[in-house]
C-alpha cells in the first residue's frame, strides 16, 4: 500500500525512512550519518497545503548531504506527483489543479525545455523514445515505460541522476 502525504505527516513516516547503503554522491558504503531533518511544503488535496518533515543524512567521506524524498513529491516542487501526472496527462479536474494551474503551466515548460537533455540520458534504455521536440508523446512513453511518475522519478533519479525537471544530486526517493 502507498502512503499519502497525509498519512506520512500524521505518521511521522520520516522517522522511519532507513538510511541507504552506499552513499549516492560517492558510492562510500555505510558511510552516512544522520544529519536530520528539514521542513518543506507539498500541496493538499483539499486546497491547504502540507508541512513535511523531510530526512537528511550527510556522508561522512564526499561530505555531501542525500535527503530521502518519499515517492509521492519531486525535488524542488510544491505540488504532489498525483497533481502532476493528472495535469500532465490531461485529468486536471481537482481543486489542486485549479488552484495551482500557472505553477503547472511553469512546470510543463520546464519538462518540455529539458526534454532534450533528458532523452540524451535515457537513450533508448525504454526503446525507441519520441523526439525531445514532443513532450505530450514523451510523457505518455514515460508513463508507458515506468507506470507513474513516483517510479519514473526513482528510476530516472537511481540509474541516471536525473528527474523529469532536472539534475538533482541530493534527493533520493523513496516509499513512504
Not at 526503446?127 to 507513474?148: H, I
Request: hydrophobic share 35%.
Amino acid at each position: 500500500m502507498t502512503c499519502t502525504p497525509e498519512d506520512y505527516r500524521v505518521a511521522h513516516k520520516q522517522s522511519t525512512m532507513a538510511r541507504p547503503d552506499r552513499c549516492p554522491n560517492c558510492s562510500a558504503a555505510k558511510s552516512l550519518l544522520a544529519l536530520g531533518y528539514y521542513e518543506r511544503w507539498l500541496s493538499g488535496i483539499d486546497g491547504g497545503d502540507l508541512r513535511l518533515s523531510i530526512r537528511r543524512f550527510r556522508c561522512r567521506s564526499c561530505g555531501r548531504t542525500v535527503s530521502l524524498l518519499p515517492n509521492f513529491a519531486q525535488p524542488y516542487r510544491l505540488l504532489r506527483n498525483e497533481a502532476i501526472e493528472r495535469y500532465f496527462s490531461a485529468q486536471s479536474e481537482r481543486v489542486e489543479a485549479r488552484r495551482h494551474v500557472l505553477l503547472l503551466r511553469c512546470y510543463w515548460r520546464r519538462f518540455a525545455s529539458w526534454l532534450p537533455d533528458l532523452s540524451r540520458a535515457i537513450g533508448v534504455t525504454f526503446g525507441r523514445s519520441p523526439p525531445p521536440s514532443e513532450p505530450q508523446k514523451w510523457w505518455v512513453f514515460l508513463m508507458n515505460a515506468t507506470g507513474d511518475l513516483a517510479r519514473a522519478t526513482r528510476w530516472l533519479v537511481e540509474h541516471l541522476r536525473v528527474t523529469v525537471f532536472g539534475r538533482y544530486r541530493c534527493h533520493q526517493p523513496r516509499p513512504a
